[in-house]
Nanobody, 122 residues
């Protein structure tokens, strides 16, 4: 049974930082692409960042320069360091694991966490 559990969300003021974590269990992780997506109320789930099995990162434009994705294969944990947060970053953030295909789309991911809420106040 594959399980992804996110943590680290919360309420932060604009300009602040948060570090999200995603603990993975089951037959997954080192050979999989891992990604972060987010979904704001009334909006579709959107790609934030991903990292493939060799550690190459991918970012959506709004995340470049502010967010950093990383993975610790020994700990089976995925991270998302988020700096310079803005109110428009408010959303539920989801961790996902899947195939090393087109890592920017939800269809490439087979497993999802339950999400962690990030709220940025102005």
């Amino acid at each position: 049974q594959v399980q992804l559990v996110e943590s680290g969300g919360g309420l932060v003021q604009a300009g602040g930082s948060l570090r999200l974590s995603c603990a993975a269990s089951g037959r997954i992780f080192s050979s999989n692409a891992m990604g972060w997506f987010r979904q704001a109320p009334g909006k579709e789930r959107e790609f934030v960042a991903a990292i493939n099995w060799v550690g190459a990162p991918y970012y959506v434009d709004f995340a470049k320069g502010r967010f950093t994705i990383s993975r610790d294969n020994a700990k089976n944990t995925l991270y998302l360091q988020m700096n310079s947060l803005k109110p428009e970053d408010t959303a539920v953030y989801y961790c996902a694991a899947g195939q090393n295909l087109i890592v920017t789309i939800t269809a490439s991911y087979d497993y999802w966490g339950q999400g962690t809420q990030v709220t940025v106040s102005s």
